[in-house]
């Protein structure tokens, strides 16, 4: 069979779909990029705000419009909020969140999928490399207790649920085997890790970094109260990357209070000083909601003077659209149309200087980068890849094949802005034997 896989939201979607993608491999069936020539598409939708359900539903049926004759198997949030409305969608298969961890078996079932032994993948081939991903995403955890007003993806997900860490650390030698050299680990509430198995994040950490050799790992999405001293200190190894993507969703006490965040201002204030000082070169970033219901010209200030004094490397703006089945959508006072996009493009502004001044802060440095892909530019062939705290570095390689170049971790001499990319240009340093994969 033909396999195309498709998803749409967050890493946590990416580690599922990553997972699908090893094991239809394994049964011997072949990943391909377009719609058109899949036997079989499946697509893992999203469902965190109402414009995400819409372009799911879009997806499916584009997906259905671009190859009649292709079943089709819809999992994700929307199926598992909707499913009698994603089932009217003529999709050949619904599978809910409760069942997507079997979804290559159900799939291979229901749908009469024959295994093809011969063609499977061969030893130290990654179905990664077939999606075009050149990181992976480990699924560790999912689900959430807590209940942000806004947030629809714990009802969609449910109760937490840890993976076993030694399953987690196989799956991480397994893919270094096959040639990936940087692991994302990810969840709904990742750093709710071990909450229902006696453990910890920091733990899980620990594990990994003793029992696999994968030069970098890196976190997913992390709530700013989950972090204390001991986490903080786990980052003196250096295969733990400097960059933490921390959601604060407002800089204001009483929309913070409204939204049923457990954090502060204050307390987000000082973290972000401990890490910075204990941890050189740490790239933070962060979610923002605008215009959430009863975001006074007051609280609005006070959410931009905090971003202004954060000095973020980079933000997720996001504008507040009421969710059904979320206590925020009968909220009093929504926040006007025209106000919501003023703010916002107020904010993007703010970000996009302050991840200017990060990216100029390394101009004159070297970062091992690794290299992940090539993409080109006129006549020109460029390689492109993240430093250790995740800012994107593109080079010409003069004089050496670019693909070779891939999956590789280099010293590189940051030279300048690459505004275009809105990263940073970088030439190889004469060192490149130093490849640490």
């Given at each position: 069979m033909r396999i195309q896989l498709k998803t749409l939201g967050c890493r946590l979607n990416e580690a599922e779909l990553e997972t699908w993608a090893r094991d239809f491999k394994a049964k011997g069936h072949d990943l391909v990029d377009a719609s058109e020539t899949a036997d079989l598409v499946v697509f893992n939708s999203c469902a965190v705000t109402q414009d995400a359900v819409r372009k799911s539903r879009h997806q499916v049926r584009k997906a259905?419009?671009?190859?009649?004759?292709?079943?089709?198997?819809?999992?994700?949030c929307y199926a598992s909020l909707n499913p009698s409305e994603a089932e009217s969608l003529g999709v050949d298969l619904v599978i809910t969140n409760q069942e997507k961890q079997?979804?290559?078996?159900?799939?291979?079932?229901?749908?009469?999928?024959?295994?093809?032994?011969?063609?499977?993948?061969?030893?130290?081939?990654s179905?990664?490399?077939?999606?075009?991903?050149?990181?992976?995403?480990?699924?560790?955890?999912?689900?959430?207790?807590?209940?942000?007003?806004?947030?629809i993806v714990t009802v969609a997900r449910g109760e937490e649920r840890s993976r076993p860490a030694h399953a987690v650390v196989e799956e991480i030698n397994q893919l270094h085997a096959e040639g990936i050299q940087e692991a994302?680990?990810?969840?709904?509430?990742l750093g709710g890790y071990g909450s229902d198995a006696k453990s910890s994040?920091?733990?899980?950490?620990?594990?990994?970094?003793?029992?696999?050799?994968?030069?970098?790992?890196?976190l997913g999405s992390l709530e700013p109260w989950d972090i204390g001293d001991d986490f903080i200190e786990l980052f003196q190894h250096p295969r733990l990357m400097p960059h933490l993507h921390l959601p604060v969703q407002s800089g204001s006490d009483t929309v913070l209070r409204r939204m049923a965040r457990r954090g502060r201002e204050a307390d987000y204030r000082d973290l972000v000083k401990r890490l910075r000082h204990h941890i050189p070169g740490i790239n933070i970033t962060t979610d923002l909601i605008v215009g959430f219901p009863g975001e006074s010209d007051v609280e609005w200030n006070e959410t931009l003077q905090f971003v202004k004094d954060m000095r973020f490397g980079d933000l997720h703006i996001f504008s507040f659209s009421p969710?059904?089945?979320?206590?925020?959508?009968?909220?009093?006072?929504?926040?006007?149309?025209?106000?919501?996009?003023?703010?916002?493009?107020?904010?993007?502004?703010?970000?996009?200087?302050?991840?200017?001044?990060?990216?100029?802060?390394?101009?004159g440095g070297y970062q091992p980068v690794l290299f992940e892909g090539v993409r080109r530019d006129g006549d020109k062939t460029l390689l492109q890849g993240y430093t250790p705290n995740y800012l994107k570095v593109t080079i010409e390689p003069r004089g050496q094949d670019p693909a070779s170049l891939s999956f590789q971790i280099l010293p590189t001499l940051l030279s300048a802005l690459d505004e275009r990319e809105q990263g940073l240009l970088g030439t190889l340093s004469a060192a490149t034997s130093t490849n640490q994969g």
């Open positions: 259905a419009r671009e190859n009649p004759g292709a079943k089709i198997v819809l999992a994700g079997h979804l290559v078996e159900i799939t291979s079932r229901v749908l009469n999928l024959k295994n093809m032994p011969s063609s499977a993948t061969l030893p130290g081939e179905a990664l490399f077939k999606l075009g991903r050149h990181r992976a995403f480990i699924k560790v955890q999912d689900g959430c207790r807590y209940r942000c007003t806004y947030c994302v680990l990810t969840g709904v509430h994040l920091t733990r899980l950490i620990e594990r990994v970094l003793e029992g696999t050799k994968i030069p970098r790992i890196r969710r059904p089945g979320t206590l925020a959508a009968g909220m009093k006072d929504p926040v006007p149309g025209p106000v919501k996009k003023e703010r916002s493009l107020t904010l993007h502004a703010v970000a996009a200087t302050q991840k200017r001044e990060t990216l100029a802060r390394e101009i």
